[in-house]
């Protein structure tokens, strides 16, 4: 919930008036049912989310983390109203609760009001997140459909968990292969040395469920294989040589710089909030990470990179004509 102070107390009655009682009914199903196999039916032309969801699929063969987080239209028709109930009575329990709060309002009233809103639900069963391994033996899939455009995406397993005091390394050296945009080794190979692409990008996706390295890019047609051939060569150089003390000062700079913007909202806040308790690091964390950014040398940080050779197996989910 978010609003006005002076709306906090009415916002608090109208929370626990919904989880007193829950919107059950057949009607309110059906109409979710409807928006959700609209918006799938709109997808079934937007080749980046076909290309995306297959990508996942490979990387977690085919397991729950490689189905489409909106579902399929079998499964969404399939969906019965006692589905949602069970499934909201085993999931949102005490057991499992978080709650993380901000703004100008008092602490011990918040507490007071939060706990009467936890005693609706019931106890339930707390669980440890299960975790998925991406495929170690990389694969390739191409998709064949009416596009103009080749639609590549790619990943690899990343080995490192969301709560190793190494994931600033993790964070510098993927800001300079390709979550940076111009200046990136991505964006400078495929765009502008190559002109084979208008973007392309790669990022560390890790949780606790999950930790792999993913990417994407969009070609010509005709120079689909080259586009791929470079992204396993840029990543092959960057694993083997590491990165230049340039390139190194440079994402200083921007990581170290734009820190004020990735926290100016209340929302940017109580998000950063959250991730810190749920990777178990104490609150303030990130400050932390920002002082180990700014002390990071070049020889610690391409010793780190090269330990990373997994990065290599690269999978492809290529969507084209």
């Known amino acids: 919930m978010s609003g ?18 829950p919107n059950y009914s057949e009607e309110t199903l059906s109409k979710l049912k409807t928006m ?31 189905r489409p987080a909106s579902g399929t239209k ?37 507490k007071k009001r939060v706990k009467e809103l936890l005693s609706i639900l019931p106890e339930g069963k707390k669980e440890e997140v299960a975790h998925f ?5 990389p694969t390739t899939n191409v998709l064949k459909r009416e596009t103009e455009q080749a639609y590549i995406y790619f990943g690899a397993p990343y080995d490192i968990r969301e709560d190793s005091e190494d994931f600033y390394k993790a964070r510098v050296a993927t800001y300079i292969l390709g979550t940076g945009g111009f200046g990136s080794r991505l964006m400078e190979e495929i765009r502008v040395k190559r002109g084979l692409a208008y973007s392309a990008y790669a990022r560390v996706s890790v949780t606790k469920s999950s930790n792999y390295l993913t990417g994407y890019l969009q070609t010509k047609l005709d120079s689909m294989d080259e586009a791929k051939k470079t992204v396993k060569d840029v990543i092959a150089k960057f694993v083997k040589d590491g990165v230049t003390k340039e390139e190194l000062e440079q994402t200083k700079k921007f990581l170290l710089g734009s820190e004020p913007l990735r926290v100016e909202t209340m929302s940017q806040r109580l998000n950063r909030t959250f991730m810190e308790y749920y990777k178990g690091f104490e609150l303030g964390h990130s400050d932390v990470e920002l002082e180990k950014i700014k002390s990071l040398k070049l020889k610690e940080l391409n010793t780190y990179i090269k330990e990373h050779k997994e990065i290599l197996e690269l999978t492809f989910a290529i969507v084209t004509k």
Do not use: C
């Open 36 to 66: 959700t196999l609209g918006g799938l039916s709109r997808k079934e032309n937007d080749f980046d989310y076909i290309a995306s969801n297959e990508l996942k699929n490979l990387l977690f063969e085919g397991g729950v983390l490689g």
């Open 74 to 110: 079998e499964s969404v028709e399939a969906i019965s109203l006692n589905d949602v109930e069970n499934f909201i009575k085993e999931n949102l329990v005490i057991s499992k609760a978080i709650v993380v709060v901000g703004g100008d309002i008092d602490l011990k009233d918040v």
């Open 4 to 21: 006005l102070k002076e709306e906090y107390a009415e916002g608090m009655d109208k929370i626990q008036e919904l989880l007193d009682d």
């Open 133 to 137: 391994n991406v495929r170690e033996k």
